[in-house]
């Protein structure tokens, strides 16, 4: 919790102006969102491209917040706290910055094009039956998002995992001297992003920014199944483990076997040692979070037979949720995002289900040049998966013809979700299983709640 005379602190030269209250003041938590604030919490007037926050200020103070940072003088009711700074976003980085540094917390940084929120989320309930775990909260893993997560540390906490994201070339790196991460995880080097940033060389430079900044006592933890991932070894001044399932990985997966929609098995191999293991979490991103989780153990120096007792026993969250469908159907929530490789991991574990098997596939965003193949190489994949295949959006009609070219008969295109979902009621039965995934702009979370069984 940071108090008023914190911020102060914090801010430091920054500080144009501020007003306390008379006694001291707490807040138990920082939000950007006036729709968030409550009781206490001190309300961050960001600058957006829609939007201002300090239009917002009374709507957050009405929601009980007793703070405000904000750049421009604005009137707040007595006994709420008032700072004011040149720039609302410096100054909440540094903010985050000066609070990390008083925390004497391990720091573990995650990135990758693919899988760093499932990657995340097993790291941390790993660690987290041995350590008091403060990790990301959802994604918020960017510019705005990662000083949020840091600004929640306690005392209390012992480690932090900390989801990393970019756009840009520099981006991690700022992220990190925010942040300070002891051990880097890089899961993967995909053409995410591909639109902003180029090419596949720069979305690695931008990856590798992690490791680049890691200690020399550090651990990078690097897929060493994905050669862009890999070479980053020699770009660190860290130590590395290399994780995965190929021979040259420190930290290996052998014998592996998906077990359905619930579980994946697999042997876990480290310096001779090997472990049998299943884990709660479905299919490859199972297993690579899995793994990955499993180094990050090893770094904290346990022995393998506890590593694999902690992953036998993790639960971690995940974005691809399993829910009651129309008709008696089972729905495959994996709407959060998507890109190819995320929909091909998805297509294989759907592939493993039960029954007649439906994929609703809708665009992939920002692939720049590899828009046409991306989505050209999910469509083929699909056609050897599915039964059915409905597509939304206009790219969704590449995904469409490629099935179709691929010896699929029953694809659908349709232009919105609405469309699809009028199809798909009158055209699922009990004991379909039925997968949903596009990028969040196409809003396939929308028609999984008009799915849902009533």
Same mark, same amino acid.
């Given at each position: 919790?940071?108090?008023?005379?914190?911020?102060?602190?914090?801010?430091?030269?920054?500080?144009?102006?501020?007003?306390?209250?008379?006694?001291?003041?707490?807040?138990?938590?920082?939000?950007?969102?006036?729709?968030?604030?409550?009781?206490?919490?001190?309300?961050?007037?960001?600058?957006?491209?829609?939007?201002?926050?300090?239009?917002?200020?009374?709507?957050?103070?009405?929601?009980?917040?007793?703070?405000?940072?904000?750049?421009?003088?604005?009137?707040?009711?007595?006994?709420?706290?008032?700072?004011?700074?040149?720039?609302?976003?410096?100054?909440?980085?540094?903010?985050?910055?000066?609070?990390?540094?008083?925390?004497?917390?391990?720091?573990?940084?995650?990135?990758?094009?693919?899988?760093?929120?499932?990657?995340?989320?097993?790291?941390?309930?790993?660690?987290?039956?041995?350590?008091?775990?403060?990790?990301?909260?959802?994604?918020?893993?960017?510019?705005?998002?990662?000083?949020?997560?840091?600004?929640?540390?306690?005392?209390?906490?012992?480690? %932090? !995992?900390?989801?990393?994201?970019?756009?840009? &070339?520099? *981006?991690?790196? =700022? /992220?990190? #001297?925010? @942040? +300070? $991460?002891?051990?880097?995880?890089?899961?993967?080097?995909?053409?995410?992003?591909?639109?902003?940033?180029?090419?596949?060389?720069?979305?690695?430079?931008?990856?590798?920014?992690?490791?680049?900044?890691?200690?020399?006592?550090?651990?990078?933890?690097?897929?060493?199944?994905?050669?862009?991932?890999?070479?980053?070894?020699?770009?660190?001044?860290?130590?590395?483990?290399?994780?995965?399932?190929?021979?040259?990985?420190?930290?290996?997966?052998?014998?592996?076997?998906?077990?359905?929609?619930?579980?994946?098995?697999?042997?876990?191999?480290?310096?001779?040692?090997?472990?049998?293991?299943?884990?709660?979490?479905?299919?490859?991103?199972?297993?690579?979070?899995?793994?990955?989780?499993? %180094? !990050?153990?090893?770094?904290?120096?346990?022995? &393998?037979? *506890?590593?694999? =007792? /902690?992953? #036998?026993? @993790? +639960? $971690?969250?995940?974005?691809?949720?399993?829910?009651?469908?129309?008709?008696?159907?089972?729905?495959?929530?994996?709407?959060?995002?998507?890109?190819?490789?995320?929909?091909?991991?998805?297509?294989?574990?759907?592939?493993?289900?039960?029954?007649?098997?439906?994929?609703?596939?809708?665009?992939?965003?920002?692939?720049?040049?590899?828009?046409?193949?991306?989505?050209?190489?999910?469509?083929?994949?699909?056609?050897?998966?599915?039964?059915?295949?409905?597509?939304?959006?206009?790219?969704?009609?590449?995904?469409?013809?490629?099935?179709?070219?691929?010896?699929?008969?029953?694809?659908?295109?349709?232009?919105?979700?609405?469309?699809?979902?009028?199809?798909?009621?009158?055209?699922?039965? %009990?004991?379909?299983?039925?997968?949903?995934?596009?990028?969040?702009?196409?809003?396939?979370?929308?028609?999984? @709640? +008009?799915?849902?069984?009533?």
């Amino acid at each position: 919790m940071l108090t008023g005379q914190d911020i102060v602190e914090g801010l430091g030269p920054s500080l144009r102006a501020h007003r306390l209250p008379a006694g001291r003041c707490v807040f138990p938590r920082v939000v950007v969102d006036s729709r968030e604030a409550g009781p206490g919490d001190l309300f961050v007037a960001l600058r957006g491209e829609h939007h201002d926050g300090h239009d917002f200020i009374p709507d957050a103070v009405a929601r009980g917040a007793a703070g405000v940072l904000a750049s421009r003088a604005v009137a707040v009711p007595e006994g709420v706290a008032f700072f004011q700074v040149p720039d609302v976003l410096s100054a909440l980085q540094g903010l985050a910055r000066w609070w990390r540094a008083r925390h004497d917390v391990r720091v573990v940084g995650i990135t990758g094009s693919v899988g760093k929120t499932g990657t995340k989320e097993f790291v941390a309930a790993v660690l987290g039956q041995r350590f008091r775990v403060l990790k990301s909260p959802g994604n918020r893993n960017n510019e705005i998002g990662l000083p949020l997560a840091l600004l929640s540390l306690t005392p209390e906490h012992q480690r %932090a !995992v900390l989801e990393m994201g970019m756009y840009a &070339l520099g *981006e991690i790196s =700022a /992220l990190c #001297r925010m @942040a +300070r $991460p002891a051990v880097g995880v890089v899961t993967s080097v995909r053409p995410v992003h591909l639109e902003r940033l180029g090419t596949l060389d720069a979305i690695a430079r931008a990856k590798q920014e992690l490791p680049q900044s890691l200690p020399p006592d550090g651990w990078a933890v690097l897929n060493g199944d994905d050669a862009l991932v890999a070479s980053m070894a020699l770009r660190t001044p860290a130590r590395v483990l290399l994780y995965g399932t190929g021979p040259e990985c420190d930290v290996r997966g052998t014998d592996v076997e998906l077990a359905g929609l619930e579980a994946v098995r697999f042997t876990l191999h480290y310096r001779g040692a090997r472990e049998s293991v299943e884990v709660r979490q479905p299919g490859r991103p199972g297993l690579y979070g899995a793994l990955a989780a499993a %180094a !990050v153990a090893l770094t904290e120096g346990l022995p &393998l037979t *506890e590593v694999a =007792a /902690l992953l #036998r026993a @993790a +639960r $971690p969250e995940g974005r691809l949720r399993l829910v009651a469908g129309v008709h008696g159907s089972t729905l495959l929530d994996d709407t959060y995002n998507a890109s190819p490789d995320s929909v091909l991991a998805a297509l294989e574990l759907l592939e493993q289900a039960p029954g007649r098997k439906i994929a609703v596939l809708g665009d992939m965003l920002e692939l720049g040049s590899e828009e046409r193949r991306g989505h050209e190489t999910v469509g083929r994949r699909a056609a050897g998966v599915v039964d059915w295949l409905v597509t939304v959006g206009p790219r969704g009609r590449i995904i469409a013809e490629a099935a179709r070219a691929a010896g699929l008969r029953r694809v659908s295109v349709c232009e919105t979700g609405d469309e699809a979902e009028r199809l798909l009621r009158t055209g699922i039965r %009990a004991g379909d299983h039925v997968l949903l995934k596009a990028s969040r702009g196409v809003a396939l979370d929308a028609l999984v @709640a +008009r799915l849902r069984a009533d």
